[in-house]
Each structure stands twice: as structure tokens, then as C-alpha cells.
């Protein structure tokens, strides 16, 4: 498979540098260093309390679906990336520590990531060492409930708690795209675990014992049965204050699972006595009446709380008496799309409780063409909603308890704020929070049959499974600071009882509010008891499975107070909560159509439009949900097999399975992970969703296929590319700077193609051929036989074929993505289908004249050497392979890599052109990863720093005075883009090298005969033909210009210059003649020395560090009759 050669096309990187080295010793360059890859001691490129700077990629066009806030997610994920690649770690440790974190936070990455929210990260390394990577700007009680945070985390995750946190404080600046890491002290966990870091831990025998243990926590963290007894651990948060819950709550939740305990173990033996005595024939008419009385009893597995939607039958069946005769009366005109049996079916149903026929009725008026149908449909829906109401349901003994408020308050509360009611959602004082109205209008066309098919959604809140995690070595039940998450369903109110996957619209809102929970109920509180419900209830269920129910005997005799009416408890607890106006609901009297329970209105949203389409409601109640979780789930303890850097409390650890270099396991959701150990510097994972997934972000959607994820740790950092099924994602680049690290995303096929989909969705002015042939990202296009197109994208090795079509309720079969638009999308273009196809697949197209390509411009070397080939070679280091090439003909070899590098500068410059200016710094880094430093390729590089502020420029004249900064920057900018923009012939540099000096002189006729020997300013004809600029520290990150590599050209023998560069005496200065301001690349020559000596002492020392040195003036000269 492709995918697999791929993987293994990485093999042999570690020793890529020696070799090229050996094989190239007359000037071919290794890339950005010569060093070899080693492993550093931990964290030797973050010396303690030194900042290191962390240059960003990231293209605001891959990255538009993101908000603020979720590109600030991005960049922390970025930053452990970051510290990952840089301590004493194998690619297969990193591979097995990051398995689950995706490189990128698209949403069609959900189903196969595990990302934190909030604004810590952290990473287990190792021997319970852990990565804390926080904010610098936490007081001190924040910064300790943090790392507290981290430490229980972990703790739950690994069994046991961690050794050590290796704390890196960090800040972002998202708008200039750039980060300050710096790595502070190492905490000894062990006192994270103590009263002064808030923590409690006490055995609990008698209830004094636990009415203190309550009073000293806020948030339960741990329990263990140890003989007799049951341990408990719990924290105070110390940086806020936290909403926990009473003995009595505790009491409430495990008498109701002691009642519904008892009253299953009577039905059941009530029914196991009738079986046993019965014959073979009669165990079935048996089991079904068993099941109508369950039924009928009520009876359920666990203790929960729901409002569920009912009807007032004979009030709706009266109005329909009323009705039917017209109904008749319209169906006897003629061409009605119901019928009589229609009308009879909807009033034996009212009259029998069934609503359903009535639905189908009404739904076949609403999907009529005729609009007089549609018109009557529309008024038959208003006339059930007068008859509609819920009703509280409370499950085991909650009705009238303070846990039964909580829920049903958390669970109301949810509804109102996802139908925004009376504009109660959270949205100023919980960034992005968006209730279901407004998620709306911000999903894609494609999702739109999906909605019209499953108007319904239930939502309840649950326990989170990456919340616990129960261990087998001490018996006992670890917690993370949240354990509670919604879940989602949604149906069709014509098939009762059957549910599909939660649609788009719900899937957004609850997918949220799990991702942000804390942050939710850190707003309102009462979410922060609901969690500890939950985490009580798990712990009540724990020792019931286990049979150890008794170690919490003692709340038996506790009294709890069953006196609660949801009305008047909201009311009395009016300060407190955050929804007040309780008017706007409306509840019913109590006794309400002989009800027993709260009963209220169903509530709707104000009425919005949705892709056109007017009257559209969301409703639906929501409903907690008790789980037992724990029959059959298997305790965690040590696996062989499984590095502990691997451990999650998601894993399903029956499923562990190994096969010679692979291991594999599936999580509780469902998601199969395998694990790939190649080689010491790559290392690979595959995961698959669960069957049934639906991979979607805001615009689009993926097929369930496999995604692939290859790890290479370079020299300098890591190399992260990502797969789905045979076509790639995109890669994920971290590396070593002079000042610190640059971490960016370059998308590829997949990323890159959505994005040219939507663009051309943008144009409504242009045939699709013309915008297909301008556009600066296609180099070549064809159109098919059936009428679609076939794209290749600049850099692309695939072809991705485009078709309308893919607004179903799933992505249609044999297609690898859909692409859609926004409701309020003037352009309202048709929705779109993708699939890619190599070029062995998209040759037989044109060969077979089912393809006719009408866009070319694509690479296509003159040599007779096969350019794929050594370009291949070249991309993935098989350098033994290149010098082989170079010594069968080194005159072609250098032809081939000169298209190469034009061909390739055709790409960068139309990703640049395109606004994907991070995408082209990527390319043009991975360009000098192969060739090296070379004059052409840090001009152009110049011009991309300068386009985000790392560096500035200013034009200068050694005999004028000084330019203005601004409209210097603008002159260079004009200047290279018209360069790189035309012949191959201009964009060729090359490099004078003085003590303190690099000049980049453009390689032209005018400057052939330029004689450094002498004072630069008698050199150049400055003012007439020579145009001279210095580049300067831009206004970001204080970056000097040694840190880019500017002042450290190197020669290109490879490409076909003589492999090194001039030199020439300090005569031949610049600034000897230029009148220049301060603020260039080098400082003073005596401050830089002894800021540098220690620097480099410590690399003569350590081997793996590269030495360092003083950074040069950087200039370069442009030969104007050549613009």
C-alpha cells in the first residue's frame, strides 16, 4: 500500500545528516545543520527560567473555521508538541505519549482525539514524570489548583499518582502568531497530595467521619477499599471558590439506589420463581409479561431525572372531532396528498394515545408541493402544540429531594440555554458558547437533510469515561476534576423509539459544552454539584457492582428532606442561580391533567430560518441518565504491553491485543488505536472511529476511513504528517531556531482541496474552468466523462475529483469528503463531493478519454534523468540513492534540482499568493531542509518573515540619505515578488561574506564583473542600476537576524554553483558607507562576545547543542534594469 511506503520512506533519517556529509563534503548541504540526531538530556533546549521564543504557522485561511479561542487551543497543543520533541524521548515514546492528540483541531478530528480544553496541557514522560504546561500569568492560588489539576489527572489515568511535574509556563499572542515558553521548577508531587495543596484524605466508618471529611472538600478525587473500610480523597479548590454537595445529597443517591436495588431484587425473584416452574413452551409468554410489568412498575436500573413531553389526549382528540370534517371536505376537492384512511387512522390513534398517525398525517401535508398543503400542514402542527406539556419523571427516589432540584434544574437549564429562551445563553460570559438557534445558521448545506430527517434531539448528562477509572492493584476508583458529559440522540418523531447519531446542529451544541465543561459550571455552579451527583453516584455504583454497598451503610439513617416542588425550591433560591425569570416558564399547578410530578409548557425557540426554510423550532426534553458501568468494564492494572505513557482511563484494557511490531486497543467509545514501532526516530498510529461516526467540521465532512499519523523526530524537532485512508492531511513541523522554535501546519491534499472548494464556492461571476485556470493553487485540471473535474494541486502528489452532489443525510458511498456552504451564503452554491486518485489512477482516465486535461502547469524537467526520482530521493534523504544519481551524471542531476527548485518556488509563491502565507514558509523551510541555505531561498524567505513582522527592511543609498522604513518595505516587497514572479534567470543570488557582513547580491549580467576587492561603494553603480536594502529585527519576538539564518548562507554545489561563497575584506562594507540608523542584526561587538561565551562553552560541552556566535549586518542588492 502507498500509505505504507510513505510510512516507511522516513526510514533511515537519523542518519540522513552523516551521510550527506560523507557523500557531499565539496558543498552539498545536509539541510539547517550538520548535526547528527541524538537524544538530549530532558529538556536541554529549555534551560531553567530562560524564555524561549516560539515562532507560529498557522494560515488564517486553513484555520478560518476556528474561533479565537480554539486557535489559542491550537497553539497550547503546539507548544507540548513543542517540549515534546525536545526531551529524551524515542519517537516511539512520543508516539505512544501524543497518540491520541491530533496535530490539528478540525472537528472531523474528534472522533479519533483526546484534546484538553481549558488553558493547561500536559504530557506523562516517563518514571511518573510529567509535563504541567500552565499560564504565566496565575496568581497563586489558580497556579496551584492547576497543577493540582494535572496531578489528579494523571493520577487517574496511571493508577497511581505521578512522581514529579516539570512545570513550563507559557503566553500567547495568537494575533502575531507567536508564544513565550520558558521552563520554571520541578514540583515534587507527592505534596500536591497533602492539606497544603487542599487535599484530604480519610477513612470513613462512622458518618462523623465523612461529615468532616465533606466539610474539609470541595471536589472528590478518590476512593479505595482497604479491608473493612473505604478510603476517600478530596480537594478545596484554593484559587476559587467551587459549589459542592451535602451528606444529605450523598444520602439521597445511595438510598434511591438501595430502593431501586430492593425493588429489583423482589421483581425478579418474584419472576425467576414463576420460570423455573415453568415448562420450555411457556418461559416465553412468561418473559414477556415480566417485561410488560417492568414497564408498568416503572422500574429502572439506576437513580436518574428526566422531563419528559406529553399531551393532554382528550383536549387534542375533541379539536381534531373538530377538524375532521373539513379535512374531508378538502380531501373530497381533489388531489390532497392524504386521504380518508388517513383521517380515521390520526383519530383512532388520539384516541388510544397515539400521536404518531396524526404526525404522518400532518408530515405528508408539510412535504406537499402545493403550497395550500404545506399551508394546512403548517396549521395542523400549531394546533398539537396547544395540547402539548412535560412532566418531571423522577427515577429511583429523588421526587422532592435537593438532588432531584439540582437535576432538574441542570437539565432545564440546558434546554433554555440551548433555545437561548428569553436570551438567557451564556454568550458574553462564556466566550463561544452558542445555543442550537445560532449554531444553525454556522453549519454547512450538507447538513441540511440531516436536520429536515431528525428534527428531534434528547439530550441527557452522563458520566464521562475519561472522567474515572477504576484500578485492580489497590481496589480502587480514580477521578479527573470533571467526571459529567451530555449525550446526545437524535430522531424522527414519525419512528418512535428509533435514534441515529446526534445531527450536526446537536452535535455542535452538546460537543461544546462537554469540551468546556469546568468553564460552564465554574459561570453557573450548580453544574459543579451536578458533577459531584455524579461523582458519588460512581461511587455508589462502584461498590454495589463490587458488593460492598455496606461501607456506606451509615447513610441509612440519614434524613433527607423529600418536601421539594421544583417551582417554589427555583424561587427560594432565586440569588443564587442564574436564570431568574421563572415566569417566562410557566409551570402548571400541581395536580395538573392528574399529574404527580412538575409539569410545564413545552418550551420553544423564537422562531428562526434555516437555509431558507421559515418555521423551523427546536424542543425537546432532556433527561440524566444513570449508567452501570461498571458490569463488565475491566479495572485498569500495569500492562506489559503497553507503555505507561500510553495509559488512559478511555481504554478499554480487554481489548489489548499485540502482533509483531504492532500494538492495538479500542477505548470505551469505540475508536481503535494501532501502534507502530519502526524505527527509533519514527514511530506511526492508526485510528479508526467507531462504525457509525460522522467526521465533520462547520463546512465539511469525511468519510470514516483510517487516519494515519507518522512521527519523525529530526534533528531539530519532529515531523508530524497525517493520512486519512491513502491521501494526506497535512504535516505538523516543529524545529529548533536561534532564539527558540518555530511550530507550524502545512496542509496538504485533504486541507488544501476543502479549502480550493471553497474558495471556488466564493466565485459566482466566472465559469468553473476559467477560475480553475487562474487560481494560483491548481497546476493542472481536467474535466471527466460524467461532467466532474479532476484537480491537481500545486505540491500535490493526488488528483482530487470534484462533483456536485452530497446533501443527503450521509456522505454519499465511494466519495471521501463533502463540502457545503452557510445557510446565509449568498452564493448558495450546490454542495460538493470529493474523492482523490493517484496519478497511475488518473492516467488511465485520460488514457481511456474519460479525462480531458484543459489545465497544465505542472513541473516537467528537460532532463533526461527521471526527475521524479531524484526528487523523491531528495524529499525523504535517501541520499545514498542521490549520490549514486550525482556520480552517474552530475551535470543532469544539477538541471533536474534547479527545475526543482523553481518548480518548487512556483508553489510557494502561489501559496503566498493565496494568503496562505504560513503554508509557504513551511514549504520553503522543507526547500532548505534539502538544499540547504542558498542566497534565492533566504531572499524569498526575507519576504515571508517580512510579511509577519519577524523582519523588517530598509532600502539604503552608501551616498543618500535614509529611507523611510514603511515605503522601503513596500518598494522590497514589489521588487521580490516581481523577481520570483518572472524568469528563472532573476531569481538567482548569491553571497559575499565579510567578518560582519553578508551581502545577497542578485546574480546578473550587470554584476558580473564586480570586484570585491575594492570599497563596495566604487563596486555597484548605487543610485543608477544597484538597489540596496539591509534587513532589520522585525517587530516581533525580538528576533535578530542570525536566528533566521540570514548572516549563514551556504553554497549550492548540488544546483550548479561552485559550492561555496565569496568572501571579501571588511572594505567591501556597507555600513562603512551608509548613514544607518541603529536597530540592524548584530549587536555591539563586545556586548555580543560575552553574551555568547557561556553560550557556547556550554555547547563545547554538550555535544548535541550547536555553537553560536555573533549575528552579521545583512544586505541585499537588486539589479534594477532586470525589474
Same mark, same amino acid.
Request: include cysteine; aromatic fraction near 10%; charged fraction near 25%.
Given at each position: 500500500?502507498?500509505?505504507?511506503?510513505?510510512?516507511?520512506?522516513?526510514?533511515?533519517?537519523?542518519?540522513?545528516?552523516?551521510?550527506?556529509?560523507?557523500?557531499?563534503?565539496?558543498?552539498?548541504?545536509?539541510?539547517?545543520?550538520?548535526?547528527?540526531?541524538?537524544?538530549?538530556?530532558?529538556?536541554?533546549?529549555?534551560?531553567? &527560567?530562560?524564555?524561549?521564543?516560539?515562532?507560529?504557522?498557522?494560515?488564517?485561511?486553513?484555520?478560518?473555521?476556528?474561533?479565537?479561542?480554539?486557535?489559542?487551543?491550537?497553539?497550547?497543543?503546539?507548544?507540548?508538541?513543542?517540549?515534546?520533541?525536545?526531551?529524551?524521548?524515542?519517537?516511539?515514546?512520543?508516539?505512544?505519549?501524543?497518540?491520541?492528540?491530533?496535530?490539528?483541531?478540525?472537528?472531523?478530528?474528534?472522533?479519533?482525539?483526546?484534546?484538553?480544553?481549558?488553558?493547561?496541557?500536559?504530557?506523562?514522560?516517563?518514571?511518573?514524570?510529567? *509535563?504541567?504546561?500552565?499560564?504565566?500569568?496565575? =496568581?497563586?492560588?489558580?497556579?496551584?489548583?492547576?497543577?493540582?489539576?494535572?496531578?489528579?489527572?494523571?493520577?487517574?489515568?496511571?493508577?497511581?499518582?505521578?512522581?514529579?511535574?516539570?512545570?513550563?509556563?507559557?503566553?500567547?499572542?495568537?494575533?502575531?502568531?507567536?508564544?513565550?515558553?520558558?521552563?520554571?521548577?520541578?514540583?515534587?508531587?507527592?505534596?500536591?497530595?497533602?492539606?497544603?495543596?487542599?487535599?484530604?484524605?480519610?477513612?470513613?466508618?462512622?458518618?462523623?467521619?465523612?461529615?468532616?471529611?465533606?466539610?474539609?472538600?470541595?471536589?472528590?478525587?478518590?476512593?479505595?477499599?482497604?479491608?473493612?473500610?473505604?478510603?476517600?480523597?478530596?480537594?478545596?479548590?484554593?484559587?476559587?471558590?467551587?459549589?459542592?454537595?451535602?451528606?444529605?445529597?450523598?444520602?439521597?443517591?445511595?438510598?434511591?439506589?438501595?430502593?431501586?436495588?430492593? &425493588?429489583?431484587?423482589?421483581?425478579?425473584?418474584?419472576?425467576?420463581?414463576?420460570?423455573?416452574?415453568?415448562?420450555?413452551? =411457556?418461559?416465553?409468554?412468561?418473559?414477556?409479561?415480566?417485561?410488560?410489568?417492568?414497564?408498568?412498575?416503572?422500574?429502572?436500573?439506576?437513580?436518574?431525572?428526566?422531563?419528559?413531553?406529553?399531551?393532554?389526549?382528550?383536549?387534542?382528540?375533541?379539536?381534531?372531532?373538530?377538524?375532521?370534517?373539513?379535512?374531508?371536505?378538502?380531501?373530497?376537492?381533489?388531489?390532497?396528498?392524504?386521504?380518508?384512511?388517513?383521517?380515521?387512522?390520526?383519530?383512532?390513534?388520539?384516541?388510544?394515545?397515539? =400521536?404518531?398517525?396524526?404526525?404522518?398525517?400532518?408530515?405528508?401535508?408539510?412535504?406537499?408541493?402545493?403550497?395550500?398543503?404545506?399551508?394546512?400542514?403548517?396549521?395542523?402542527?400549531?394546533?398539537?402544540?396547544?395540547?402539548?406539556?412535560?412532566?418531571?419523571?423522577?427515577?429511583?427516589?429523588?421526587?422532592?429531594?435537593?438532588?432531584?432540584?439540582?437535576?432538574?434544574?441542570?437539565?432545564?437549564?440546558?434546554?433554555?440555554?440551548?433555545?437561548?429562551?428569553?436570551?438567557?445563553?451564556?454568550?458574553?460570559?462564556?466566550?463561544?458558547?452558542?445555543?442550537?438557534?445560532?449554531?444553525?445558521?454556522?453549519?454547512?448545506?450538507?447538513?441540511?437533510?440531516?436536520?429536515?430527517?431528525?428534527?428531534?434531539?434528547?439530550?441527557?448528562?452522563?458520566?464521562?469515561?475519561?472522567?474515572?477509572?477504576?484500578?485492580?492493584?489497590?481496589?480502587?476508583?480514580?477521578?479527573?476534576?470533571?467526571?459529567?458529559?451530555?449525550?446526545?440522540?437524535?430522531?424522527?418523531?414519525?419512528?418512535?423509539?428509533?435514534?441515529?447519531?446526534?445531527?450536526?446542529?446537536?452535535?455542535?451544541?452538546?460537543?461544546?459544552?462537554?469540551?468546556?465543561?469546568?468553564?460552564?459550571?465554574?459561570?453557573?455552579?450548580?453544574?459543579?454539584?451536578?458533577?459531584?451527583?455524579?461523582?458519588?453516584?460512581?461511587?455508589?455504583?462502584?461498590?454495589?457492582?463490587?458488593?460492598?454497598?455496606?461501607?456506606?451503610?451509615?447513610?441509612?439513617?440519614?434524613?433527607?428532606?423529600?418536601?421539594?416542588?421544583?417551582?417554589?425550591?427555583?424561587?427560594?433560591?432565586?440569588?443564587?442561580?442564574?436564570?431568574?425569570?421563572?415566569?417566562? *416558564?410557566?409551570?402548571?399547578?400541581?395536580?395538573?391533567?392528574?399529574?404527580?410530578? !412538575?409539569?410545564?409548557?413545552?418550551?420553544?425557540? !423564537?422562531?428562526?430560518?434555516?437555509?431558507?426554510?421559515?418555521?423551523?423550532?427546536?424542543?425537546?426534553?432532556?433527561?440524566?441518565?444513570?449508567?452501570?458501568?461498571?458490569?463488565?468494564?475491566?479495572?485498569?492494572?500495569?500492562?506489559?504491553?503497553?507503555?505507561?505513557?500510553?495509559?488512559?482511563?478511555?481504554?478499554?484494557?480487554?481489548?489489548?491485543?499485540?502482533?509483531?511490531?504492532?500494538?492495538?486497543?479500542?477505548?470505551?467509545?469505540?475508536?481503535?488505536?494501532?501502534?507502530?514501532?519502526?524505527?527509533?526516530?519514527?514511530?506511526?498510529?492508526?485510528?479508526?472511529?467507531?462504525?457509525?461516526?460522522?467526521?465533520?467540521?462547520?463546512?465539511?465532512?469525511?468519510?470514516?476511513?483510517?487516519?494515519?499519523?507518522?512521527?519523525?523526530?529530526?534533528?531539530?524537532?519532529?515531523?508530524?504528517?497525517?493520512?486519512?485512508?491513502?491521501?494526506?492531511?497535512?504535516?505538523?513541523?516543529?524545529?529548533?531556531?536561534?532564539?527558540?522554535?518555530?511550530?507550524?501546519?502545512?496542509?496538504?491534499?485533504?486541507?488544501?482541496?476543502?479549502?480550493?472548494?471553497?474558495?471556488?464556492?466564493?466565485?459566482?461571476?466566472?465559469?468553473?474552468?476559467?477560475?480553475?485556470?487562474?487560481?494560483?493553487?491548481?497546476?493542472?485540471?481536467?474535466?471527466?466523462?460524467?461532467?466532474?473535474?479532476?484537480?491537481?494541486?500545486?505540491?500535490?502528489?493526488?488528483?482530487?475529483?470534484?462533483?456536485?452532489?452530497?446533501?443527503?443525510?450521509?456522505?454519499?458511498?465511494?466519495?471521501?469528503?463533502?463540502?457545503?456552504?452557510?445557510?446565509?451564503?449568498?452564493?448558495?452554491?450546490?454542495?460538493?463531493?470529493?474523492?482523490?486518485?493517484?496519478?497511475?489512477?488518473?492516467?488511465?482516465?485520460?488514457?481511456?478519454?474519460?479525462?480531458?486535461?484543459?489545465?497544465?502547469?505542472?513541473?516537467?524537467?528537460?532532463?533526461?534523468?527521471?526527475?521524479?526520482?531524484?526528487?523523491?530521493?531528495?524529499?525523504?534523504?535517501?541520499?545514498?540513492?542521490?549520490?549514486?544519481?550525482?556520480?552517474?551524471?552530475?551535470?543532469?542531476?544539477?538541471?533536474?534540482?534547479?527545475?526543482?527548485?523553481?518548480?518548487?518556488?512556483?508553489?510557494?509563491?502561489?501559496?503566498?499568493?493565496?494568503?496562505?502565507?504560513?503554508?509557504?514558509?513551511?514549504?520553503?523551510?522543507?526547500?532548505?531542509?534539502?538544499?540547504?541555505?542558498?542566497?534565492?531561498?533566504?531572499?524569498?524567505?526575507?519576504?515571508?518573515?517580512?510579511?509577519?513582522?519577524?523582519?523588517?527592511?530598509?532600502?539604503?543609498?552608501?551616498?543618500?540619505?535614509?529611507?523611510?522604513?514603511?515605503?522601503?518595505?513596500?518598494?522590497?516587497?514589489?521588487?521580490?515578488?516581481?523577481?520570483?514572479?518572472?524568469?528563472?534567470?532573476?531569481?538567482?543570488?548569491?553571497?559575499?561574506?565579510?567578518?560582519? !557582513?553578508?551581502?545577497?547580491?542578485?546574480?546578473?549580467?550587470?554584476?558580473? &564583473?564586480?570586484?570585491?576587492?575594492?570599497?563596495?561603494?566604487?563596486?555597484?553603480?548605487?543610485?543608477?542600476?544597484?538597489?540596496?536594502?539591509?534587513? =532589520?529585527?522585525?517587530?516581533?519576538?525580538?528576533?535578530?537576524?542570525?536566528?533566521?539564518?540570514?548572516?549563514?548562507?551556504?553554497?549550492?554545489?548540488?544546483?550548479?554553483?561552485?559550492?561555496?561563497?565569496?568572501?571579501?575584506?571588511?572594505?567591501?562594507?556597507?555600513?562603512?558607507?551608509?548613514?544607518?540608523?541603529?536597530?540592524?542584526?548584530?549587536?555591539?561587538?563586545?556586548?555580543?562576545?560575552?553574551?555568547?561565551?557561556?553560550?557556547?562553552?556550554?555547547?563545547?560541552?554538550?555535544?548535541?547543542?550547536?555553537?553560536?556566535?555573533?549575528?552579521?549586518?545583512?544586505?541585499?542588492?537588486?539589479?534594477?534594469?532586470?525589474?
Amino acid at each position: 500500500m502507498r500509505k505504507q511506503f510513505r510510512i516507511l520512506s522516513y526510514i533511515g533519517l537519523a542518519i540522513a545528516t552523516a551521510l550527506m556529509i560523507l557523500l557531499f563534503a565539496n558543498g552539498i548541504p545536509a539541510g539547517s545543520t550538520s548535526r547528527a540526531i541524538a537524544l538530549d538530556k530532558p529538556f536541554n533546549d529549555f534551560p531553567e &527560567n530562560e524564555t524561549q521564543f516560539v515562532d507560529f504557522r498557522l494560515d488564517e485561511l486553513s484555520f478560518a473555521d476556528l474561533s479565537d479561542r480554539e486557535k489559542q487551543d491550537q497553539l497550547r497543543d503546539w507548544l507540548l508538541f513543542t517540549i515534546a520533541s525536545d526531551h529524551s524521548l524515542t519517537a516511539e515514546e512520543i508516539n505512544q505519549g501524543l497518540y491520541d492528540l491530533s496535530t490539528v483541531r478540525q472537528g472531523y478530528m474528534r472522533p479519533v482525539s483526546n484534546f484538553e480544553y481549558g488553558t493547561t496541557r500536559s504530557l506523562h514522560v516517563g518514571n511518573g514524570e510529567v *509535563v504541567a504546561l500552565i499560564p504565566s500569568e496565575l =496568581e497563586a492560588g489558580q497556579r496551584s489548583d492547576a497543577l493540582a489539576h494535572i496531578a489528579d489527572k494523571h493520577r487517574k489515568d496511571l493508577g497511581q499518582m505521578p512522581s514529579s511535574l516539570v512545570v513550563f509556563e507559557y503566553e500567547l499572542h495568537p494575533e502575531q502568531q507567536y508564544g513565550l515558553l520558558t521552563r520554571r521548577e520541578v514540583v515534587d508531587a507527592e505534596p500536591l497530595f497533602t492539606a497544603a495543596a487542599g487535599y484530604t484524605e480519610a477513612r470513613i466508618e462512622i458518618l462523623p467521619d465523612l461529615q468532616q471529611f465533606m466539610n474539609e472538600i470541595d471536589d472528590l478525587t478518590y476512593a479505595r477499599q482497604q479491608g473493612g473500610g473505604l478510603i476517600l480523597g478530596g480537594r478545596k479548590l484554593q484559587g476559587r471558590s467551587y459549589r459542592g454537595i451535602r451528606v444529605e445529597d450523598v444520602a439521597a443517591i445511595w438510598q434511591s439506589e438501595e430502593k431501586i436495588r430492593q &425493588n429489583f431484587a423482589a421483581f425478579e425473584a418474584k419472576w425467576n420463581a414463576r420460570l423455573n416452574e415453568a415448562s420450555p413452551l =411457556e418461559r416465553a409468554e412468561i418473559e414477556a409479561q415480566a417485561h410488560q410489568e417492568m414497564a408498568e412498575l416503572g422500574l429502572v436500573s439506576g437513580s436518574g431525572f428526566s422531563l419528559d413531553p406529553a399531551y393532554d389526549f382528550r383536549a387534542f382528540e375533541a379539536a381534531f372531532d373538530q377538524l375532521s370534517s373539513d379535512l374531508r371536505g378538502y380531501i373530497a376537492l381533489g388531489g390532497a396528498p392524504i386521504t380518508e384512511e388517513d383521517v380515521q387512522s390520526a383519530e383512532a390513534g388520539l384516541t388510544a394515545d397515539d =400521536e404518531v398517525p396524526y404526525l404522518i398525517l400532518v408530515d405528508k401535508l408539510k412535504t406537499s408541493s402545493n403550497l395550500n398543503d404545506q399551508y394546512l400542514g403548517d396549521y395542523l402542527q400549531e394546533q398539537e402544540k396547544a395540547f402539548q406539556f412535560q412532566q418531571a419523571r423522577y427515577d429511583g427516589d429523588l421526587k422532592g429531594t435537593e438532588v432531584g432540584m439540582v437535576l432538574f434544574y441542570t437539565d432545564l437549564l440546558a434546554k433554555l440555554w440551548s433555545q437561548d429562551h428569553r436570551s438567557s445563553a451564556p454568550q458574553e460570559a462564556v466566550p463561544d458558547f452558542l445555543p442550537s438557534t445560532q449554531i444553525t445558521s454556522n453549519i454547512a448545506s450538507i447538513y441540511k437533510q440531516e436536520t429536515l430527517d431528525f428534527p428531534n434531539t434528547r439530550i441527557w448528562f452522563g458520566p464521562q469515561d475519561k472522567g474515572f477509572q477504576i484500578t485492580d492493584a489497590d481496589n480502587s476508583l480514580l477521578f479527573a476534576r470533571n467526571a459529567t458529559r451530555i449525550y446526545a440522540a437524535s430522531s424522527n418523531p414519525l419512528r418512535p423509539g428509533e435514534e441515529t447519531v446526534a445531527s450536526a446542529r446537536s452535535e455542535a451544541f452538546i460537543g461544546w459544552w462537554n469540551d468546556h465543561y469546568e468553564e460552564v459550571a465554574a459561570y453557573e455552579p450548580e453544574y459543579e454539584r451536578l458533577n459531584q451527583i455524579m461523582k458519588w453516584s460512581l461511587l455508589i455504583g462502584w461498590l454495589n457492582n463490587e458488593g460492598q454497598s455496606h461501607k456506606l451503610d451509615l447513610l441509612k439513617t440519614v434524613s433527607v428532606k423529600r418536601d421539594a416542588w421544583f417551582p417554589d425550591w427555583a424561587r427560594a433560591n432565586q440569588d443564587r442561580l442564574k436564570f431568574k425569570d421563572w415566569d417566562s *416558564v410557566g409551570f402548571y399547578k400541581q395536580g395538573y391533567l392528574g399529574t404527580t410530578t !412538575e409539569a410545564m409548557p413545552i418550551l420553544y425557540s !423564537e422562531t428562526f430560518t434555516f437555509f431558507g426554510e421559515p418555521n423551523w423550532f427546536i424542543q425537546g426534553g432532556v433527561s440524566l441518565a444513570d449508567e452501570a458501568l461498571f458490569q463488565g468494564r475491566k479495572a485498569f492494572s500495569n500492562v506489559d504491553d503497553l507503555n505507561t505513557l500510553a495509559y488512559r482511563s478511555t481504554i478499554d484494557y480487554s481489548t489489548l491485543q499485540t502482533a509483531d511490531d504492532q500494538l492495538s486497543f479500542t477505548t470505551l467509545e469505540g475508536t481503535v488505536y494501532r501502534l507502530f514501532d519502526q524505527q527509533p526516530t519514527l514511530a506511526s498510529v492508526a485510528a479508526k472511529a467507531k462504525e457509525g461516526s460522522k467526521l465533520r467540521s462547520r463546512l465539511s465532512e469525511l468519510s470514516n476511513l483510517e487516519f494515519v499519523r507518522n512521527l519523525v523526530r529530526t534533528d531539530d524537532g519532529l515531523s508530524v504528517s497525517t493520512f486519512i485512508g491513502q491521501t494526506e492531511l497535512g504535516r505538523l513541523k516543529t524545529a529548533r531556531t536561534g532564539n527558540g522554535f518555530k511550530v507550524g501546519w502545512h496542509g496538504r491534499d485533504i486541507d488544501d482541496g476543502q479549502l480550493l472548494v471553497q474558495q471556488i464556492q466564493q466565485v459566482t461571476d466566472q465559469p468553473l474552468d476559467s477560475v480553475l485556470k487562474n487560481h494560483p493553487m491548481v497546476a493542472a485540471a481536467a474535466q471527466m466523462s460524467d461532467g466532474s473535474y479532476a484537480i491537481k494541486l500545486q505540491g500535490s502528489d493526488d488528483w482530487m475529483q470534484m462533483a456536485a452532489g452530497g446533501g443527503g443525510s450521509d456522505l454519499p458511498p465511494d466519495w471521501h469528503a463533502r463540502v457545503g456552504s452557510l445557510p446565509d451564503d449568498p452564493s448558495a452554491v450546490s454542495n460538493v463531493v470529493l474523492r482523490w486518485l493517484d496519478d497511475e489512477q488518473m492516467s488511465g482516465q485520460v488514457a481511456s478519454r474519460r479525462a480531458q486535461i484543459f489545465v497544465d502547469k505542472r513541473f516537467d524537467s528537460s532532463a533526461d534523468l527521471n526527475a521524479d526520482d531524484l526528487m523523491q530521493n531528495l524529499k525523504q534523504r535517501n541520499y545514498a540513492q542521490v549520490a549514486q544519481q550525482i556520480a552517474d551524471d552530475p551535470q543532469k542531476v544539477q538541471a533536474v534540482a534547479r527545475e526543482h527548485i523553481k518548480a518548487e518556488l512556483k508553489v510557494i509563491d502561489a501559496l503566498h499568493r493565496n494568503r496562505q502565507t504560513a503554508g509557504a514558509l513551511q514549504r520553503l523551510d522543507d526547500l532548505i531542509d534539502i538544499y540547504g541555505r542558498q542566497p534565492e531561498l533566504m531572499v524569498k524567505r526575507a519576504l515571508l518573515d517580512i510579511d509577519r513582522s519577524r523582519l523588517s527592511v530598509r532600502r539604503i543609498d552608501p551616498n543618500g540619505a535614509i529611507a523611510d522604513p514603511i515605503r522601503s518595505q513596500e518598494d522590497f516587497y514589489a521588487v521580490i515578488n516581481q523577481i520570483y514572479g518572472s524568469s528563472d534567470a532573476k531569481a538567482h543570488f548569491k553571497a559575499m561574506v565579510t567578518s560582519n !557582513e553578508v551581502i545577497y547580491i542578485q546574480d546578473s549580467p550587470s554584476f558580473n &564583473n564586480v570586484d570585491p576587492s575594492i570599497p563596495i561603494a566604487g563596486a555597484f553603480p548605487f543610485g543608477s542600476e544597484a538597489r540596496a536594502y539591509r534587513l =532589520e529585527a522585525g517587530s516581533i519576538g525580538n528576533a535578530h537576524i542570525g536566528g533566521g539564518g540570514y548572516d549563514d548562507p551556504i553554497g549550492a554545489f548540488l544546483t550548479g554553483s561552485d559550492g561555496v561563497n565569496s568572501t571579501a575584506p571588511d572594505t567591501f562594507n556597507l555600513s562603512n558607507y551608509a548613514n544607518l540608523p541603529t536597530g540592524g542584526a548584530a549587536d555591539s561587538e563586545e556586548t555580543c562576545e560575552e553574551e555568547i561565551l557561556t553560550a557556547n562553552q556550554t555547547a563545547a560541552a554538550q555535544p548535541t547543542q550547536g555553537r553560536i556566535r555573533c549575528p552579521h549586518d545583512v544586505y541585499i542588492i537588486i539589479d534594477e534594469t532586470t525589474l
